[in-house]
């Protein structure tokens, strides 16, 4: 499909790529399923295009998302961070969005802990 035809039948999935939005990890799965990669890309903008929330905010949310230790994607961690940075959003703001991340991974102690202690008084 030439560019033009692509950019006419996956407008969202094309205004990704041009605008450098488009993470190359997701090449295959565009090319094995156009469409598919188009409704998903159309959905994943939502808020970036409804007007709900600031860019600045979007950009604190998908650190958080990327950091997250479920997650933990370097490179979107560092894409979003220079441009919440870009956008005029404090290293100490970005900071408390990344302290608040750990919370996710006190899960892991949550149910750890108590199944240690209960293993250790039963022996």
């Known amino acids: 499909m030439t560019d033009v035809r692509a950019s006419e039948a996956f407008p969202v999935t094309q205004a990704m790529k041009d605008s450098g939005g488009w993470n190359p990890l997701w090449d295959g799965l565009s ?3 156009p469409e598919w990669t ?5 959905t994943a903008m939502q808020p970036w295009n409804s007007g709900v929330l ?4 979007i950009q604190l949310l998908c ?3 990327d950091a997250a230790s479920t997650h933990m994607y370097a490179p979107g961690v560092r894409r979003h961070i220079r441009a919440a940075l870009d956008m005029g ?3 100490k703001e970005i900071l408390e ?3 608040l991340t750990t ?13 240690l ?3 250790i008084a039963n022996r």
Do not use: F
Request: aromatic share 2%; glycine share 6%.
């Open 63 to 65: 650190i958080a998302v």
């Open 89 to 91: 959003v404090t290293p």
């Open 97 to 99: 969005v990344l302290k």
């Open 54 to 57: 600031s860019p600045q905010v």
């Open 31 to 33: 090319e094995l399923d």
């Open 103 to 115: 919370v996710v991974g006190i899960h892991s102690c949550n149910v750890g802990v108590p199944i």
């Open 117 to 119: 202690m209960e293993e």
């Open 38 to 42: 188009e409704l998903y890309m159309t």
